[in-house]
């Protein structure tokens, strides 16, 4: 019997829902706790602390260690959302998967865009604060800068509104993104090992950070605790709320361990420790860090602060070698972050296109290193493009509303799920897993009402530009989605069946 739109919009695909695997077959299962983790981590420790103080503390001033505790907080209530949802649905494709489960196909292509939005232009945003960053480490170890036009975007966001600056490009970013392109298109697993090694080198410069930046502390920087209404907006509780909405897609983490599912052995049992595990290491490090910086200098000085991390340690010591080794961590930091949000994108694209709701190009897996290897130098193309000619200060709230979104949604889902599987999960399994503690709905509804708080703060453009993208993808979907979904083969099979 042919399906009335109604039903194809909310149509629902289990995780363990027979397909086609198309070109390439699947991906490789190599990938364990401990990579997983260091996913989740590589992800978020470093964008959020070695960039976004410079948006966030003039906005809410030394009262940002709030914002990134709210940031934490909702983070932390999706985390075990996300937690549950990937126990019961572990499949590559994270948010948009769970979506797709539960509260059916259009709300999951949605989430989709969603979740495209967040990964390329958080991967364009750390790529281009990499440029900072490796101009600084230039700087204090050969006394030498990268020429001004070839480390500065097109497009900036200036005191009249947008400018644009013929002839300028920032490099950098471009070739970091070619790096990172190289790498995963190699494999999976060797690019979980080094970005495993470069999360451990990172956790260990901020901890060198904030032992040196702590010499300095001053609690009069602390003093007044909220920032005062000026250009950047209203002060107070209102500016703490603006620059967690900021600071938020730092918790991204948790949304590129879930991409993870389809290339994890055992991901029952390690894609929820790995969400939870990796929360409490960035949350740990976040606080440490965002208290030392603030305690290291007065808020008016975060504004428009280049290197801002390696500046402070500069500042606090009188000499240039703490600066110099706190960009080279950078250096090494920023590079695991952009691998690995390009490696979520890709694996969210690769979902998508598996259930046929984009083109097949993006689901072609290269049977040798069992990568996508076309999908993975579109997405390169698109993020180095972005990052080279683009001003990041249009790009951080974006990538927070994208991610608030799709964590509003994850939250949604778990209820839903827990109404068709029951407590126990899905027919077949031994043993509950992971689920969200105190019932379905406390933890969820705190979740959705978190999200909506941040989102609240974030600005009027962010709005506009987050309303046209997602006009574009509904438009994609009812265009091509809709009428090449394999879930349109798979009714139409099961209709031949019932006849």
């Given amino acids: 019997m042919k399906q009335t739109l109604g039903q194809k919009l909310f149509r629902t695909k289990t995780s363990g829902h027979k397909q086609d695997e198309g070109h390439g077959g699947g991906l490789g299962r190599s990938l364990g706790l401990f990579p997983l983790t260091m996913i989740g981590v590589g992800a978020t420790i470093g964008t ?148 495993a090694i470069m999360v451990v080198i990172k956790l260990a410069i901020l901890v060198f950070f904030a032992a040196i930046a702590l010499t300095g502390f001053d609690v009069n920087n602390f003093h007044p605790f909220f920032a005062s209404p000026d250009s950047h907006g209203a002060g107070g509780m209102a500016g703490v709320t603006a620059a967690a909405g900021t ?12 991409t993870a599912g ?16 990796a929360l409490i290491i960035v949350t740990v490090f976040y606080m440490l860090v965002a208290i030392a910086a603030m305690g290291a200098q007065p808020a008016h000085m975060f504004a428009g602060q280049e290197a801002g991390l390696a500046v402070i340690l500069q500042n606090v010591t009188g000499k240039a070698w703490p600066a110099l080794v706190l960009s080279g961590g950078a250096v090494i930091s920023v590079f695991s972050v ?74 949604i889902a778990v209820p839903v799920i827990r109404r068709k599987q029951g407590e126990t999960g899905r027919k077949g399994e031994t043993g509950r897993g ?41 438009l994609t979907y009812f265009g091509y989605g809709i009428r090449h979904s394999r879930m349109n083969k798979s009714d139409a099979s099961q209709a031949e069946l019932t006849h």
């Fill in 48 to 195: 959020g602390i070695f960039f976004t103080m410079v948006e966030a503390v003039p906005k809410a001033g030394p009262a940002v260690v709030l914002s990134f505790l709210f940031a934490a907080i909702t983070a932390g209530l999706t985390a075990l959302c996300y937690a549950e949802l990937a126990n019961r649905v572990p499949a590559s494709g994270s948010s948009y998967s769970f979506a797709y489960a539960t509260v059916g196909e259009f709300a999951a292509f949605v989430v989709a865009a969603c979740l495209l939005l967040e990964y390329g232009l958080a991967a364009s945003a750390t790529a281009i604060g990499w440029s900072d960053y490796l101009n600084n480490f230039l700087q204090n170890a050969i006394g030498w800068q990268i020429p001004t036009v070839l480390r500065s975007p097109m497009i900036v966001s200036g005191a009249h509104g947008i400018e644009f600056h013929a002839g300028h490009v920032n490099l950098p970013p471009i070739l970091l993104v070619i790096l990172c392109c190289v790498l995963l298109v190699r494999g999976t697993k060797e690019s979980a090992t080094t970005n």
């Fill in 434 to 474: 992971f689920r969200v503690p105190f019932g379905p709905y406390l933890v969820p509804g705190l979740s959705i009402l978190a999200c909506l708080y941040l989102v609240h703060g974030l600005s009027t453009i962010t709005y506009t530009v987050f309303a046209i993208w997602m006009t574009v993808a509904i």
């Fill in 247 to 258: 600071v938020f897609f730092s918790f991204i983490g948790i949304d590129t361990i879930a």
């Fill in 262 to 277: 389809e290339e994890t052995r055992n991901p029952t049992r390690d894609v929820p420790l790995g969400i939870l595990a």
């Fill in 338 to 411: 952009t691998l690995v949000t390009i490696y979520g994108q890709t694996r969210i694209l690769y979902a998508i296109a598996k259930d046929g709701l984009i083109p097949k190009a993006f689901h072609k897996v290269n049977p040798r290193t069992q990568s996508p290897i076309t999908n993975t130098v579109i997405v390169s193309l698109v993020v180095g493009v972005v990052a080279g000619l683009v001003d990041s200060t249009f790009l951080w709230d974006m990538v927070s509303m994208g991610t608030l979104v799709a964590f509003i949604v994850v939250s």
